[in-house]
T-cell receptor, first 113, second 113 residues
Framework: GESVGLHLPTLSVQEGDNSIINCAYS??????FIWYKQESGKGPQFIID?????DKRQGQRVTVLLNKTVKHLSLQIAATQPGDSAVYFC????????????FGAGTTVTVRA | NAGVTQTPKFQVLKTGQSMTLQCAQD?????MSWYRQDPGMGLRLIHY???????DQGEVPNGYNVSRSTTEDFPLRLLSAAPSQTSVYFC????????????FGPGTRLLVL
């Protein structure tokens, strides 16, 4: 079946360094991708999204890259801060799946001071 | 705007008891959905609604009922709680289901003994 998955369950980053979180998806018909951040005890919070007709999108300190050839999505966080410590989820949906969101299992990012 | 609100924040049930998890949004969003989050499994879609009077099943619908009588409210009912339903439940909404960002509530933590 279709699935969305992250490459690594945990990532430890030195404060000030850049973080890269990776995600692989299997549905070639996916046309919308989202990155969410979830802090402990809270609901997922939207970070950035990208549609399948784009390969890069930038936000404030975050960049999402989409490689449709290998079905790979990444989230780059510049100058990682302690407040970036959280679980990060990638999610995708597609018209072929009635636009239901499918989530990966998440990557826990820990920022070292 | 309050965004997406959920009540209660925490609930303990005995096996066989019933309860309703409440979800409301004040953003005039047509699309609403319920997810459950279990450790290491990301978020899984239980039920969703594309508008008032319309509901459909997600990935894990068994043991849960929903209804959508108004645009604002989307309650989730557990008719006979089971320990396997111990989880954190999130409600989300978006303007429409198709390729739109979903905004999440703070969650309800449910423990079934």
């Amino acid at each position: 079946g279709e699935s969305v998955g992250l490459h690594l369950p945990t990532l430890s980053v030195q404060e000030g360094d850049n973080s890269i979180i990776n995600c692989a998806y299997s549905n070639s018909a996916s046309d919308y991708f989202i990155w969410y951040k979830q802090e402990s005890g809270k609901g997922p919070q939207f970070i950035i999204d990208i549609r399948s007709n784009m390969d890069k999108r930038q936000g404030q300190r975050v960049t999402v890259l989409l490689n449709k050839t290998v079905k790979h999505l990444s989230l780059q966080i510049a100058a990682t801060q302690p407040g970036d410590s959280a679980v990060y989820f990638c999610a995708e949906n597609s018209r072929s799946n009635d636009y239901k969101l499918s989530f990966g299992a998440g990557t826990t990012v820990t920022v070292r001071a | 705007n309050a965004g997406v609100t959920q009540t209660p924040k925490f609930q303990v049930l005995k096996t066989g008891q019933s309860m309703t998890l409440q979800c409301a949004q004040d953003m005039n969003h047509e699309y609403m959905s319920w997810y459950r989050q279990d450790p290491g499994m990301g978020l899984r879609l239980i039920h969703y609604s594309v508008g008032a009077g319309i509901t459909d099943q997600g990935e894990v619908p068994n043991g849960y009922n929903v209804s959508r009588s108004t645009t604002e409210d989307f309650p989730l009912r557990l008719l006979s709680a089971a320990p396997s339903q111990t989880s954190v439940y999130f409600c989300a909404s978006s303007y429409s289901g198709g390729g739109e960002t979903q905004y999440f509530g703070p969650g309800t933590r449910l423990l079934v003994l």
